[in-house]
């Protein structure tokens, strides 16, 4: 029979009052004496098997406490705990009432392993104590499912306290069960109460982390206007801000506390800031978008967000407060170390981040604040996370103490700060503590238990060493909740009230002198908890994020505005990889697509008009290509570059260069030389110019049906026989007439002309000309009429699209034509072109 059926079986046969007690103190002791190997553990800190966990059949009765007044008692205080007690078996729990333990020596616990101890037990056990015949409260039956509350009062004197320090509170319940009539115990409850008689020489000192952080709100986007209306993917900030929301909760606890470290995302600033201005929300499905009115919807947080800013303003104002800024956007150090730290432009980014950071909170707070400050994810840490912070520039970083746990042969707590080489500090925050934060304490049981718990660890600590100054860092969860906040609010304050405490700013726990005992090694990176790898950001996801920065860099090349678009997304991309996405994977991808998909869109909206088939009716003409903007400003240092697929059948001529004024369009022609007919492929590329150009989005490819060169060859061909046959007709007829003329003087070659020779120049058909000076006529140029009969007349060539006809060498101007050189063998001339005909 165990323990506390031995005592229920005292109180079933009528054994009351001293006698019962004092029978049952004896059959406590002697289940202590059994159970004598469980203390042997405590000095083994991180047990978590020291105990079994009850059944709901052998305890059915959940008991939970919801308050403990007050936390920390004086020796004239009067003890009030209040608390539920719930039915979580099958049957009624009949005649049932909660009573309060007390110690059987009267002692407090020894050291913080007992803490520890006294925390992971679950059922009744001796080592609880023994029941107090006074304070009973009777609770009567109590069915499945039932919940009945309880409230009991009790002195320091009741629980015979011999001296201050920290006890072991516990509340049972008593009754009958089904199976079971008479009554035993049902259920316990455990919590701590310290009992401070005197004031300790020299307080522990705790810096506490008040973190206010908030998921990236603002997008790359904003609205056209001069202003640049700023706009947020939705509204949820507003409601965090107003009265009542998590923010303005956690900057109103905050403000009362003394000593507070505030641990601020710049980039929350910059978002709250923004919304104390007209700004807009996006519409569900458009993060993609640029942003217009039909897209997004007017913010309702201005008033909201002014009141808070100007609330928190005036919080980080008091004296004695710090504000440390986190890197821009709160950047996960470690998904980062992890997965991209040699990502091309990664330290630059980060860098950056920093820099911003501070300066951003500076001017948002009107304060003084410290940067060069790393947290990574749930303070934990390795040797690649250690290496990433050091390119960043930050020399103090925020660790838990899971990262760095303590050797089990210390047995004290040691001071937070201690240096990790390369003139780098890690303050390492008592796990212990820290960790009782985490999570939503959103149930008052919750709350007391933290507080209580963290009373007595602080306590604790203080009476270690009692003669050496101590300090801690206390880290919450990065989100914190207003349960948590409440309870951490709630514990400083009782600590400090108790004189065992002192809160300071971080700056002076990371000063401290460093103890020699503490852990200063760095875990490696098979060290870093798995869990955490699972949720971190995966490479392919800050790959792309990096990508971004070519693609980014490239528009801001052609635009007339750059700073317009640089300063958004150089702010998105930080945004994109920042720590808050880890509690919201979902999010933060759609965030990141997001942004990937606005830049490609502005990309690609300057753009090549899509062209099909040209046909081209000639040896030359003129191919019109057309280049659209859809910005809403300016480019430039752009130009078109068309090109041949056959350069030896179908040439054109050189580069444009483009400049479009917004949401315009420009045609561009190039002039276009055939040389025989055929099909060719045409190749658009618009590209960068200044130094290394490169092609600006993708190339557009069309055909030229190149028609009617054959015949105007013929024709000059043809041409250029005749004038050669008659040329040496010519020359045959004066040879064959000389030759029959009598030679009178022995010179025939001086003889003067016949002025009855028709192939003479200087007869009749031309006279004047002087006699004895004959040479051929030169051939009379026709290549160009050659050309112009042959090619054909301008219009549009069966089969051709509607806006796909060049006109022929047929429509170029007559004054043109006339002053033409003659056309050369070897190569084409440059000869004014026809224009290619637009629409029908």
């Not at 009542?244 to 109103?252: A, S």
């Not at 008091?318 to 150090?333: Q, R, W």
């Not at 055929?678 to 200044?690: E, K, N, P, Y």
């Not at 004959?774 to 009429?785: F, I, L, Q, S, V």
Request: hydrophobic residues 35%; charged residues 20%.
């Amino acid at each position: 029979m165990s323990e506390p059926a031995r005592h229920s079986g005292l109180r079933a046969y009528g054994c009351g009052g001293r006698t019962a007690k004092r029978l049952a103190a004896l059959l406590a002791s002697g289940a202590a004496l059994l159970s004598a190997a469980a203390p042997a553990l405590a000095a083994v800190p991180g047990r978590t098997d020291l105990a079994p966990a009850a059944s709901s059949t052998d305890y059915p009765a959940n008991v939970a406490i919801d308050t403990v007044t007050p936390a920390v008692v004086g020796q004239s205080d009067t003890i009030t705990v209040t608390g539920r007690v719930t039915n979580s078996g099958d049957s009624e729990l009949k005649q049932t009432h909660a009573g309060i333990r007390a110690s059987q020596t009267g002692r407090p616990l020894g050291t913080r392993s007992d803490i520890g101890l006294v925390a992971k037990r679950n059922d009744p056990s001796g080592q609880d104590g023994v029941d107090l015949q006074s304070p009973i409260a009777e609770m009567g039956n109590v069915a499945p499912g039932q919940t009945r509350s309880f409230t009991l009062q009790v002195s320091p004197s009741d629980l015979k306290f011999s001296k201050g320090g920290v006890f072991e509170l516990a509340v049972d319940v008593w009754g009958g069960t089904g199976d079971q009539s008479r009554s035993h115990a049902l259920g316990i409850a455990r919590t701590f109460l310290p009992y401070n008689t005197e004031q300790a020489t020299k307080p522990t000192q705790i810096a506490t982390l008040w973190p206010l952080t908030h998921a990236p709100e603002l997008v790359a986007q904003t609205m056209p206007d001069n202003d640049q209306m700023p706009v947020l993917r939705d509204d949820s900030l507003a409601t965090d801000l107003a009265a009542g929301g998590r923010l303005y909760k956690l900057v109103d606890l905050g403000a009362k506390l003394p000593g507070l470290t505030w641990v601020v995302d710049p980039d929350l600033l910059d978002t709250v800031y923004a919304m104390t201005k007209p700004y807009r929300v996006q519409k569900p499905g458009t993060a993609g978008d640029s942003a217009k009115e039909d897209n997004t919807l007017p913010g309702a947080g201005r008033a909201a967000a002014t009141a808070w800013l100007a609330k928190l303003r005036q919080a980080v104002a008091t004296s004695g407060d710090e504000v440390v800024a986190l890197p821009y956007a709160d950047p996960d150090i470690a998904s980062i170390a992890h997965n991209g730290a040699k990502l091309d432009g990664m330290d630059t980014a980060l860098r950056k981040a920093g820099t911003a950071g501070q300066v951003t909170a500076e001017g948002r707070l009107s304060t003084d604040v410290r940067g060069s400050v790393a947290w990574p994810y749930e303070g934990q840490l390795d040797t690649r996370i250690v290496n990433t912070t050091k390119t960043m520039g930050d020399n103090l970083l925020l660790v838990s103490g899971a990262s760095m746990s303590e050797s089990s042969s210390l047995n004290y707590t040691p001071n937070a700060a201690r240096p990790i080489g390369d003139g780098q500090t890690a303050v390492v925050a008592d796990h212990t503590i820290s960790k009782l934060f985490e999570g939503d304490l959103d149930t008052a049981e919750a709350r007391t238990a933290a507080t209580q718990r963290f009373l007595a660890e602080t306590m604790m600590v203080t009476e270690q060493q009692p003669e050496s100054q101590r300090n801690l860092l206390v880290m919450p969860s990065r989100n914190l909740t207003v349960g948590t906040a409440t309870a951490l609010a709630d514990a400083i304050t009782a600590a400090q009230k108790g004189s065992w405490i002192s809160p300071v700013k971080l700056t002076a726990v990371a000063g401290a002198t460093s103890d020699s005992n503490a852990n200063t090694s760095v875990p490696s990176p098979g060290d870093y908890p798995n869990e955490l790898h699972d949720s971190e950001l995966p490479a392919g996801a800050l790959e792309k994020t990096m990508g971004l920065e070519g693609d980014l860099d490239q528009l801001l090349k052609i635009l007339t505005q750059p700073q317009r678009v640089r300063g958004p997304f150089n702010a998105a991309m930080v945004r994109s990889m920042s720590t808050e996405w880890r509690d919201q994977a979902k999010d933060g991808q759609a965030y990141r697509s997001g942004t990937q998909d606005y830049l490609s869109n502005l990309i690609s909206a300057v753009k090549l008009l899509p062209k099909r088939v040209i046909t081209l009716a000639g040896d030359n003409g003129t191919l019109l290509v057309s280049v659209k903007n859809d910005l809403n400003q300016a480019v430039g240092n752009l130009q078109l570059r068309l090109t041949s697929g056959q350069v030896n059948r179908l040439n054109v001529g050189g580069a444009e260069n483009v400049v479009l004024d917004a949401t315009t369009s420009r045609t561009l022609r190039f002039p276009a030389a055939a040389q025989a007919n055929s099909t060719v492929q045409m190749t658009a590329q618009l590209w960068t110019t200044g130094a290394d150009p490169q092609p600006y989005g993708p190339p557009m490819t069309f055909q030229v049906d190149v028609t009617d060169v054959t015949s105007g060859v013929l024709y000059a061909i043809g041409g250029g026989v005749v004038l050669i046959l008659l040329a040496g007709l010519r020359f045959y007829l004066q040879r064959k007439k000389r030759a029959a003329e009598p030679d009178t003087d022995g010179d025939t070659d001086g003889a003067p002309a016949d002025p009855s020779d028709p192939a003479d120049p200087a007869g009749p058909g031309e006279p004047g000309r002087p006699a004895g000076n004959t040479r051929p006529a030169e051939p009379t140029d026709t290549a160009d009429d050659a050309t112009g009969d042959g090619a054909a007349a301008a219009g549009r060539a069966p089969g051709a699209g509607p806006d796909e006809t060049a006109a022929g060498a047929a429509d170029r101007p007559a004054a043109e034509d006339a002053d033409s050189e003659p056309e050369t063998t070897e190569d084409a001339p440059d000869r004014a072109l026809g224009d290619e005909k637009v629409g029908p």
